[in-house]
């Protein structure tokens, strides 16, 4: 850690050995087996919980600031106060199937703006880590690496996330629209994973119709420090009040997806 942490802040210190500490449970799976349903499709496994409770503890003891997370749930402070967002295993049904592409999402939040991103990534045993102004790092066995975003891949991850109704249609119609272009590999990872994958360099873009900043922040900062464009699916700039993101490694790519956007929204249903 004294290497690879050396320049970074010390409350991102502590997110990335709670990240680390998140990996750590999650491998074992330990509880992975007990399942709960969530409201509909979605899991909650007691490895979920078991890992917020952790992470909880260490950043929330440590560094004294408020935490809301996925499971356990939380408010913003009222004051303005600095706080961790928490989503401890993004991609549940994933990791519940054994498919190790997951994520620990950890961000703070201070004076309404994401300033530090920790991402623990257990398909290349890597911590993501982003500080705003200060770049975007891949952190590895005592050593870390410089992330650049890349539109190289030519691959586009889509997701409907919870989106319903109108929002839910416009997914299907963007969806069939990327495939109709047959410009780009289409994927769909199930895990905002794929927003880290954007600053990493390993897609060219990820578009989320629905989605809270629990799951979303953490990968917004390292996407935009890493080089990248972001905004909410109708172009306005994400916020952690937005409910969608659209995060692309350059800015013609993002123009591009952001027309396909509009022209699904209008189209007949």
Request: glycine share 12%; proline share 3%; charged share 25%.
């Amino acid at each position: 850690m004294t290497s690879s942490g050396a320049g970074f802040r010390s409350v991102t210190l502590v997110a990335i050995g709670a990240a680390e500490r998140g990996l750590e449970l999650a491998r074992r799976r330990v509880g992975a087996a007990d399942i709960t349903a969530k409201e509909g499709r979605d899991l909650v496994t007691a490895t979920d919980v078991a890992v917020e409770d952790a992470v909880r503890t260490m950043v929330g003891g440590a560094v004294g600031s408020l935490v809301v997370g996925e499971e356990r749930g939380g408010e913003p402070p009222a004051d303005g106060a600095p706080y961790w967002l928490v989503d401890p295993i993004c991609g549940t049904r994933n990791f519940a199937s054994g498919v190790p592409l997951y994520s620990i999402n950890l961000a703070l939040v201070e004076g309404g703006q994401v300033t530090a991103a920790v991402v623990g990534d257990p398909s290349t045993d890597e911590i993501q880590v982003a500080e705003r102004g200060r770049g975007a790092w891949a952190v590895k066995d005592g050593a870390r690496r410089r992330l650049r975003a890349s539109e190289e891949s030519r691959t586009i991850v889509v997701e409907d996330g919870k989106s319903s109704g109108a929002r839910r249609e416009r997914a299907a119609q963007f969806t069939a629209a990327v495939i109709r272009a047959d410009r780009w590999h289409f994927r769909s990872l199930g895990s905002t994973l794929a927003l880290s994958y954007v600053g990493a360099g390993r897609v060219s873009a990820y578009v989320l119709f629905w989605a809270s900043a629990v799951h979303t922040a953490a990968g917004t900062l390292l996407a935009t420090e890493a080089g990248g464009t972001l905004s909410d699916i109708d172009g306005r700039p994400w916020t952690v009040d937005s409910d969608s993101v659209i995060g692309s490694a350059t800015a013609d790519l993002h123009q591009e997806l952001l027309d396909l956007a509009r022209s699904a929204s209008k189209l007949p249903r």
